[in-house]
């Protein structure tokens, strides 16, 4: 179904569904990374490639079609005609491409701009696969493949993950290329790799967010806001993820234990 691995992860949607007990690899990966990372993982990690300088100028129309495309300061426009040479006595119509040693400037910089960021994507990507296949063979993450025509989970050997060529498991998250047999992980396994990713919070962002979250509360006596709403206000004001939060949020409640109790169904109020 997918020709490449880019096709492949830019297109969430065709992905299979999850279960109440599996999670597709594909899924796991970006939840990995955005717990690892937070806000750096881009999403688009899996599929970035490098590009080589060489591979573009080698052709003049690739070359002229790059430049109209990611440098359009120069307003060249893309021809995707033939360059073949025209038959005997006919005229050549082909164009005639000439590049300015400002365009060359410049493309050398956008390549150079697009590799580095490439390269600190794909260290991100590393990341989260080498931790994946870590849990996998200590058997703290289970994983299984999904057979189109059986119609079953059948379990992955944990040794099956020991291997140099990690990368190929997740090029589209299949047991082939074929797509016969996509990859899962344990829904269980994953969400404790969740709690444990979580990218932690300075001391000094923690104790902002602590003074923060106590003047929260005693100005919420009727518990109005939720927790998960204060949550998502201490990840914005002081960049606090969900598990220094959840320490934050579990030490204060046992200076005010009424928290521990559902709040009256109210409106909820913006916190300020």
């Not at 020709?3 to 007990?21: G, L, N, Q, V």
């Not at 390269?119 to 299984?144: H, N, P, W």
Request: proline share 7%; charged share 30%.
């Amino acid at each position: 179904m997918f020709s490449t691995r880019a096709e492949f992860w830019r297109d969430r949607e065709a992905w299979p569904r999850d279960t109440p007990e599996m999670v597709f690899l594909g899924r796991a990966v970006h939840e990995l990374g955005k717990a690892f990372f937070g806000d750096e993982w881009t999403g688009e990690e899996p599929h970035l490639e490098l590009i080589s300088f060489i591979r573009i100028a080698i052709k003049e129309r690739e070359l002229n079609n790059f430049i109209a495309k990611h440098l359009p300061q120069f307003a060249r426009k893309e021809y995707h005609g033939s360059m073949a040479p025209p038959p005997t006595g006919h005229d050549d119509h082909r164009p005639k491409f000439a590049f300015s040693k400002d365009e060359w400037q410049a493309l050398k910089n956008y390549l150079d701009r697009h590799n580095e960021r490439v390269l600190l994507a794909k260290a991100r990507l590393k990341k989260v696969q080498s931790a994946i296949a870590e849990y996998a063979v200590a058997q703290k993450l289970g994983t299984s493949f999904f057979t189109i025509s059986g119609r079953a989970f059948v379990p992955i050997d944990p040794n099956w993950w020991i291997t140099p060529q990690l990368d190929q498991r997740f090029a589209s998250c299949s047991i082939n290329a074929g797509m016969a047999a996509w990859i899962f992980v344990s829904r269980a396994g994953l969400e404790a790799m969740l709690r444990e990713a979580s990218p932690p919070a300075t001391t000094n962002d923690a104790r902002k967010c602590a003074i923060w979250l106590e003047e929260q509360f005693r100005a919420d006596p009727d518990r109005r806001v939720s927790k998960s709403a204060f949550a998502d206000q201490a990840k914005q004001n002081f960049g606090v993820g969900p598990k220094p939060f959840g320490r934050i949020w579990d030490e204060l409640v046992t200076r005010y234990p009424e928290r521990k109790k559902a709040g009256p169904k109210r409106k909820q109020q913006l916190i300020r």
